[in-house]
């Protein structure tokens, strides 16, 4: 059943940058040279205070150089990770917060939504200040993510997109695609990448291919050129849907 559940608070403050970076989204591979991500961006300056979206339990506080939390040892460098109180259709849901600069809870805390756990950093493999996202559906592991933007709450007056890439004979687009976003005036334009067939997992009873979150609610079109033929569509986004 497509239910939302956004459960998630940001976890920047509203006077940081609190909304997803475009740049590296999730289930993306940046411009084909980056590792499939799975998670999202926030880009702060070093030392921004980072948030727990939710009310919940660390069970994971410190640095990952002996246990492999990521794609291998030393990946986030500096990370927290929080199981929800909420379970979601009885399977646990896990948040990670990565390449922090300092940690300030420990495991077995008890933490609420809006406490600040650590601070923003680029320790493990990043190359600038910022805290990497994720959403871990099931158990505590790299290839258990989803999309965050389908938990995360829309800031006030915008909606999510969500969909599958079908090509004109209405069959499944499994190859990844580059997706343009843009709204009906063309003042707002977003670029985004279908899911790769590994790494990456659609929420249950969405089962999207694509997401982006924080659309404006109002006409969006949505266009790609892909084996040949042109695919576009006209969506509707509603404010907190």
């Not at 880009?43 to 150089?65: R, Y």
């Not at 246990?67 to 109180?85: E, H, M």
């Not at 090509?167 to 670029?191: C, P, Q």
Request: proline share 5%; aromatic share 10%; with cysteine.
């Amino acid at each position: 059943e497509r239910d939302d559940h956004y459960w998630l608070a940001r976890p920047i403050a509203a006077d940081g940058t609190d909304i997803v970076g475009r740049f590296y989204p999730y289930g993306s591979r940046q411009d084909g040279s980056y590792p499939v991500h799975h998670g999202v961006e926030f880009v702060n300056p070093l030392g921004t205070p980072v948030l727990a979206v939710a009310d919940g339990e660390v069970v994971v506080a410190g640095g990952d150089q002996t246990s492999v939390y990521g794609a291998r040892d030393d990946f986030y460098g500096t990370l927290i990770v929080i199981k929800l109180d909420r379970t979601f259709e009885n399977e646990p849901v896990y948040t990670l917060y990565g390449h922090l600069s300092a940690v300030h809870v420990s495991v077995g805390q008890r933490v609420r939504a809006g406490q600040t756990i650590g601070l923003v950093g680029m320790a493990g493999v990043a190359e600038g200040p910022h805290l990497h996202f994720e959403v871990r559906l099931g158990t505590n592991d790299y290839e258990s993510t989803v999309n965050p933007e389908l938990w995360l709450a829309p800031k006030a007056g915008n909606g999510t997109l969500a969909g599958v890439l079908l090509d004109n004979n209405g069959v499944l687009v499994d190859d990844e695609a580059r997706l343009i976003v843009h709204s009906a005036s063309g003042a707002a334009r977003y670029e985004v990448t279908t899911y790769p067939p590994l790494g990456v997992n659609p929420a249950p009873g969405w089962l999207e291919d694509f997401c982006i979150g924080d659309l404006a609610a109002g006409t969006w079109h949505v266009q790609t050129f892909v084996r040949g033929q042109l695919l576009e569509e006209t969506v509707t986004i509603v404010a907190g849907q």
